[in-house]
């Protein structure tokens, strides 16, 4: 009886231990923290929080996460409310470390928007690669107890400087995980899509981001940066105002205009992003890669597919993996993922990503533990709702299908047009298609997957579907839509939507709404944009010749979609997608130095041509 109620009680304590909460209290029982300026080669310091596991008995890896967006609380009496990506981690065994990048918060130096690659040709004494190795290197051989081993990660810019670490990577680094990476600022990450300027993104942030700062700063200084205040309560009306960029400039970033100017002046793919987009350097990487983003991803969905392919084409014998699940931007970290929008997933796929997948990673490549061997990409299908193991991205087993656009606003799976035709419309910068709903006080994150009935109806939107599918049928990888088109301009945004159109009989319930209509709805699965003058080049745009035929492909970032029987699958065709993005003046022109009067309205035409037939190339899973 003693000795049961002695093994009842010691159970009792350790569920305790592993049932504590993990809080600031929690961190101060179990770190100790300490706050160091590492040196760089060129002499720059970098403020450094490093928290260390107070138990000694044993050593510990470290895990390293570079951030523009400060390592605070600052003061070693100070600290996180967890530690590495998500609470779990905290209890893993692990020494965090956290550094402000150079020029950033309390470091030093002088901070540079996505900090170019040193090249032969450039002559860069130092980059972001760089100043991770030097950090690795003080790291491994000052702080005490640690086993030599270091794991990098980080989300969005974070992703950025991790994926910066992969390029004459330190030795000690053995595992990184770029998440939601910033990868290309022109052709489809946070700024730029296909070469449109994210205005609605970059205003609002660079407007606080990249604003000077006299001397190193906390972020709870009086002289820390703050947000933009809008005048009124709607961006819609707030940029339809200031449709002029230069007055826009002059009026609003007149204290934060470097990186902006930067904008306009480089406004093709030149030498300026080359040096820019990571992935154009990475060479053979050594380290275990797992490359984390979510299908509806604002930010930087296109930044993690691009990363992970890169890394394919450049290195053989590394371990570089997948996983995309169904979340919004950081979402496997900030949310259960259960469901987002209106959608439900009917699962916590966060917490299976974080239990199965990234604890493991880092646990196996950084302490030798446990059995690691995770899929090549783990993708979770939508609409399905269904996790899937493949052995390569996209999976091998997919076919190409081909989707015909009709005159009679329909989608078929042949060839249909007998003779020429055409549908022709206008769009008109004084009334640009809204990118969601109702008076837009924010960029919601769940415009990426809302209903898009809203915009059906306009005569400036062009609807394409298919009859109810019979079938399932499930995309897998990237959809291109090949046009036919004119235009009375010499420019123009092409926006394409691939949308899951539900049964009007549908009984599903939005998770956040009990009055949301799910019958009928019209889910955004992907959408992209081309800025038309881009259409044969990034780095040498050219004009259209005013109402002659010419061909425009966009390719949207990859899928992951089952479409189920019963459903329909749509396309949407606009030329606005206001103010997500600045407009496009319709003419063959810099828009930074557009004024009020430069916007002109177009007359579009989309052709039906039985030689050339617009189509939007699918790949199917079956």
Known sequence: ???????????????????????????????????????????????????????????????????????????????????????????????????????????????????????????????????????????????????????????????????????????????????????????????????????????????????????????????????????????????????????????YLGHTVKFWDDLAKHNTRDSFWINRTITEHLGKVKPAVMVVGGSFDAEDVYGTFETYQQIEKTTSGTNNILVIGPWFHGGWVRSDGDSFGDINFGQKTSLYYQREIELPFFDYYLKGKGKFSPAEATVFFTGENNWKKLDQWPPRETREQHLYLTPELALVDSNTIQQDKFIEYISDPKKPVPFQEGVITERTREYMIDDQRFVANRPDVLVFQTDELTQDLTLAGPVVADLLVSISGTDADFIVKIIDVYPDTSTAKSPRDDNTIMSGYQMLVRGEILRGKFRNSFSKPEPFNSEEKTSVKVKLPDVAHTFKKGHKLMVQIQHSWFPLVGQNPNQFMNEFEATEEDYIKNTHRIYFDPKQPNKITLNVLD
């Open 1 to 251: 009886m003693k000795k049961s109620l002695i093994l009842t009680c010691w159970l009792f304590l350790s569920l305790s231990v592993l049932a504590q909460t993990i809080n600031e209290e929690y961190i101060k029982q179990n770190f100790t923290k300490i706050e160091r300026y590492i040196p760089m080669r060129d002499g720059t310091r970098l403020f450094t929080s490093i928290y260390i596991p107070k138990d000694q008995t044993k050593n510990y890896p470290i895990l390293l996460n570079r951030t523009p967006y400060t390592v605070a609380p600052y003061g070693e009496d100070k600290v996180k409310s967890f530690l590495g990506n998500f609470p779990d981690m905290t209890k893993a065994g692990y020494i965090f470390v956290y550094q402000d990048v150079r020029g950033k918060w309390m470091s030093e130096g002088v901070f540079e928007n996505i900090r170019p690659t040193k090249t032969k040709e450039n002559k860069l004494q130092i980059d972001e690669s760089t100043d991770t190795y030097d950090t690795i290197d003080w790291l491994v051989k000052n702080v005490k107890n640690n086993n030599g081993n270091v794991g990098m990660y980080g989300i969005s810019y974070p992703g950025f400087y991790s994926t910066a670490s992969l390029i004459d990577s330190h030795p000690a680094l053995k595992a990184v995980s770029p998440q939601a990476p910033v990868t290309d600022w022109f052709i489809g990450d946070d700024f730029r899509h296909g070469g449109a300027l994210f205005l609605m993104d970059a205003f609002r942030f660079m407007y606080t981001f990249d604003a000077p700062r006299e001397k190193p700063i906390t972020n709870i200084d009086p002289a820390a940066p703050k947000g933009f205040s809008l005048p009124s309560g709607d961006f819609y009306k707030f940029f339809l105002d200031n449709q002029n960029i230069p007055l826009l400039k002059e009026k």
